[in-house]
């Protein structure tokens, strides 16, 4: 889908609270579409006093969110600040249809047990981030629901199935001859639909949404509506630094991880992605991050200012005394030492196998990644490093560690 030039709009003079209102839309973000008129609508909401409504919209497909999700909450939230009416809409509807965005095969549509059971969490967890009292919640089932046949046939009618096929995953699927489901292109017309309903002026989402947010743009202008502007934010990458945070992948920070456990996955990071993380994940300002660089190119550690961005985070989510009992815990396991917090594990069956004793203490997923960490030194048992995959451990209890973060105290019995 083409990104037209900007339209003809009242020309307002841009002011330095406007300019820097952009700066802070820009900071990490992927694309900001089209700068021109959301400078024109900043400048129109400065001068009237009506604040902007800016809508971002999340399908309720899982009951948790991890860090990777809040990077666009972040932005939400710095909207927010500015004193703009930030819409958290809930898909309940659009999750009945299934999202294709980025995929190469249709995905199943959600039961609407599923949604109602996983929308009760979103918005807790969202509020860690955003100002709960000026936030407004929606759900899309509102105006989706009673549209009814006719209404989305009606719907269905502004769209063409050419461009729904510009879209880059439908194309590939097309070409590559995999099907695409007729109620697949329902998904971007209705959350199109949800900008039309809510008169949005800015909508934000991943860069996998680009092409739903301009079916919402095109959609106001049919409507005659002033069309919406659009904000990308990039996905973040995960612990590994190289796939995008994932759960599947193992390389995520939940939001609702233990304080010690988050410190810890976050100090894990290497030094070159600290700074991306900083950037789109931490609350203060370039100038100060900028300064940070210039403080590790004279020689700084980088440990502490990872530090400092393991403190925010957790306290973001947590408290600042939970942050702070977390640097204390970390420092504490660097020097060998036990966690306070450390899990009581009862188990049967001695003599049982030490990769077995990994996986049933919950330290590992499976006996292979137990043996896996042996291989590497990385299985402390009081304190000892274990080399023998073979070890049978008789009936007794034992401080057991993985790596640096994962600690049980386990009571054996016969």
Same mark, same amino acid.
């Given at each position: ?123 807790? %967890? ?98 005659? %509506? ?80 990872? @530090? ?47 990769? %077995? ?44 560690? @993985? ?12």
């Amino acid at each position: 889908m083409s990104t037209e030039s900007s339209v003809a709009v009242p020309s307002l003079p841009i002011t330095d609270e406007v300019r820097a209102a952009l700066a802070i839309a820009r900071r990490g973000c992927d694309e900001l579409l089209i700068e021109d008129e959301f400078a024109q609508k900043l400048a129109r909401s400065t001068q009237t006093g009506k604040p902007l409504r800016i809508k971002l919209g999340l399908d309720p497909t899982a009951p948790d969110i991890h860090i990777g999700h809040t990077v666009v909450l972040n932005k939400m939230r710095q909207l927010q600040d500015l004193g703009h009416t930030v819409i958290f809409l809930i898909g309940d509807f659009t999750s009945l249809i299934g999202d294709p965005s980025g995929r190469n095969q249709t995905r199943p549509p959600l039961t609407r047990e599923q949604i109602e059971a996983n929308a009760k969490t979103y918005f807790e %967890q969202a509020a860690l981030v955003l100002d709960r009292e000026k936030t407004e919640i929606r759900y899309n089932s509102e105006w989706s629901m009673p549209l009814g046949a006719d209404g989305m046939i009606k719907l269905a009618s502004r769209y063409t199935v050419a461009r729904m096929l510009e879209r880059d995953d439908f194309t590939k699927r097309f070409q590559s001859g995999v099907p695409i489901s007729i109620h697949e292109f329902l998904y971007p017309l209705m959350q199109g639909y949800d900008s039309v309903a809510l008169q949005s002026d800015l909508e934000l989402g991943g860069t996998d949404q680009k092409f739903n947010l301009l079916v919402g743009r095109e959609l106001q202008k049919q409507y005659g %509506q002033e069309p919406q502007c659009i904000l990308t934010m990039p996905l973040l990458e995960g612990l590994d630094g190289v796939d995008k945070m994932s759960k599947s992948k193992n390389n995520y920070v939940g939001i609702s991880e233990k304080p010690s456990d988050m410190f810890g996955k976050l100090m894990s990071i290497s030094d070159t992605l600290m700074w991306r993380y900083f950037e789109l994940l931490s609350f203060r300002s370039l100038e100060e991050i900028a300064d940070f660089k210039r403080q590790v190119q004279a020689g700084r550690n980088p440990r502490e200012l990872k @530090v400092l961005l393991a403190q925010e985070i957790v306290a973001r989510f947590h408290s600042q005394a939970d942050a702070q009992r977390a640097l204390e815990d970390f420092n504490h396991r660097a020097k060998g030492g036990v966690p306070d917090d450390i899990a009581e594990i009862a188990l049967s069956g001695a003599p049982l196998p030490i990769g %077995q004793l990994l996986k049933q203490a919950s330290l590992v997923p499976s006996t292979s990644e137990a043996l896996r960490n042996i291989e590497q030194s990385g299985v402390k048992i009081d304190g000892t490093t274990i080399t023998d995959k073979g070890l049978k451990l008789e009936a007794g209890v034992y401080v057991v560690q @993985v790596g640096k973060r994962r600690f049980a105290r386990v009571t054996l019995r016969a």
